[in-house]
């Protein structure tokens, strides 16, 4: 067995890393909605193939994921060493590093920072850091309103809901709800307003311009920071981002320790693999890197924020430890055909999909998530697009198992399952008493009708809710072998 | 060529008939098939569920039983994706690094259907015969985690008499996932309802495939709905000789 380093998970009670139900009872409920259903459908089909396109003509494809893969790795076995260098490059270059063990500190530290400043509203770039540990909440909670710039994090914003995505927040809706929530939720759209993408852009545009032109607070999550260097890179489509990084007097960034690459260069492997295997494009449209502070131009007060909440903890597990090389495409939501089906809100955390489902029970300790690792057929399509090659399937199996451990340890009486796989396995054990098992499985021919059963008892009436299943056989394949080796062939 | 047949818990209890496929099928083709009959399962179920405490010993027992053939076949893309990806990883886990290399010397030797089929006998055309609109859907363990590729299709194309159809968004998973069809019954439903939506739209007569348990998935919503669509596994069609047996 593995040792346990015992390290701190991120703690309850704050942020967004938690569903108040199992997957399985929120997905009923999404399953059971066509119009989420075809939004979401029709948007990951869209993106899965655009972005099946351009990676096709990639010809060093695999490479660049094998590249992408193993500096990942390499930060991983180094990040404490890492972390200083970071730390020590961005101060040399005026910027201010602080270090938040989980969500309450890191939104304590921005919040006193954006208080020390003297005003009350900030523009913020879309981030999941700032997402997964509640600070706009924690923001109103200090009196200060946080206005998010992202089109697709604004609608979501307005809309007092969750975002459902990692990449495109508000995937869940289609152009006539976002028009609708604009109506009802914008001030100063006009009546006539259509669902035009260009129009409804164009509402968001002038919604947001006046408040990048008199923001004077910034923040922000990054896609990256270099080591090397102390350089924090933003990686975008709209340009709203751009705005908040250059034009407010100070830009607080809260970056999860993960995010780390060795050294500029390596950002040549990462830029190549992210906007193809998120968005689907050659490049994304706005690239924007800073380091510390250049005076006279941009923000003269540049606070960073590294975050853990719980990622030492994933760190100390070997084989978990992968899902931090997670460079937050999205591309594993959009194949996945149980995110597709049941979308974003379904998981409970502001990580959905395959990755959600391994990242958040790391998170939290897989007791608060323990639904999760179970979201999936392990049906693979995950690890086939993953940029950076995470095994998802692996690690859903090992989260598998570290649940079952840990009910098991915690529980006097094992549970209804543990007592069904534990009878399997002892069956299974020797060929004589598996022989007797299949004889015994026979008497469910009595409930077959022309070799199907219609109906079983819980918990296997969830498979006959909607399918047959088939009667054993009246002869088991090595009942047939034992005769015919008798008989001779 | 001497070849040990690994049929799987599934073929040995419900599904007979596909592993009399598998033993008419290579006989034809000239090979001596053993059974060895201390084999049980494979311990997919167990370690996919979480419990691999459980699975070691299941591990450990279809290694003894298979660890004296050279060739290991099975009608089933998970099983040897579990035998391959899967066996070694949970011996190590409990820190059994001898029948962890015990286990991948069996698993170097275990061939799912269509991969001893194409790859170990150098075949495409079987001789078989089977007179029907099929369409095959690939499933996730043998296009994902074997990788057979083309290689049922290959052997499907040489079939006489068959017409083969494709099937739209072939490469989407079921909704089977073991476990999670009861676990996750809706969101498994609401998969095999598109799976089989695409099946009907091919107008074919039979849908197959290289594993039993995805084929009793489908198979069982294609019998809910009385559609007389039949799920058929591929070693069946390549045993056919195209008598309407089935």
Known sequence: MRVHLGMPTAPPGVGQLRGTEPFPKAARRAVADPQLRRNIGAATRTIREKRAAVVAEVADWEQLRDAGRELKAQVMAGLDDYLLQFEAAATARGAVVHWARDAAEANRIVTGLVLATGHRDVVKVKSMATQEIGLNEALADAGITALETDLAELIVQLDHDKPSHILVPAIHRNRSEIREIFLREMAGVPKDLTDEPSDLAEAARRHLREKFLSAKVAISGANFAVAETGTLVVVESEGNGRMCLTLPETLITVVGIEKIVPTFQDLEVFLQLLPRSSTGERMNPYTSMWTGVTPGDGPQQVHVVLLDNGRTAVLADSIGRETLHCIRCSACLNVCPVYERTGGHAYGSVYPGPIGAILSPQLTGIEDNASLPYASTLCGACYDVCPVKIDIPAILVHLRQQHVEQVSAHHRLPSPEAVAMAAAAWAMATPARWGRAQQLSRVARLLSRRGQISSLPFPLSRWTGSRDAPAPAAQSFRDWWGARASDGP | ?246
């Open chain 2, 1 to 246: 060529m001497r070849i040990a047949l690994f049929v799987s818990c599934l073929v040995d209890s419900i599904f007979p008939d596909v592993g009399k496929a598998t033993v008419t099928l290579l006989e034809r083709l000239g090979h001596e098939i053993e059974f060895p009959s201390a084999q049980t399962c494979c311990g997919q179920m167990h370690i996919n569920t979480g419990y691999q405490r459980h699975a070691l010993s299941l591990v450990r027992h279809h290694v003894e039983v298979f660890e004296p053939y050279d060739v290991i076949v099975a009608p089933s893309g998970s099983c040897v994706g579990s035998v391959r990806h899967q066996h070694a990883m949970v011996a190590r886990r409990f820190d059994d690094e001898l029948l962890a290399r015990r286990a991948e010397a069996v698993a170097a030797r275990t061939y799912e259907l269509s991969e001893l089929l194409v790859d170990v006998l150098g075949l495409e055309d079987v001789g078989a015969r089977f007179p029907h609109r099929v369409t095959y859907h690939p499933t996730c363990h043998s296009l994902r985690v074997l990788r057979v590729g083309d290689r049922p299709l290959r052997l499907l194309r040489h079939v006489r008499g068959i017409d083969l159809v494709e099937l739209p968004e072939a490469d989407v998973c079921c909704g089977f996932g073991g476990t999670f069809a009861v676990k996750n019954a809706d969101v498994s439903t609401a998969m095999l309802a598109d799976k089989m939506q695409n099946v009907l739209a091919t107008r074919a007569e039979v849908c197959t495939a290289g594993d039993s348990s995805c084929l009793m998935h489908i198979g069982g919503g294609l019998s809910r709905l009385r559609t007389r669509v039949r799920a058929v596994h591929l070693a069946e069609i390549l045993a056919s000789d195209g008598s309407p047996a089935r």
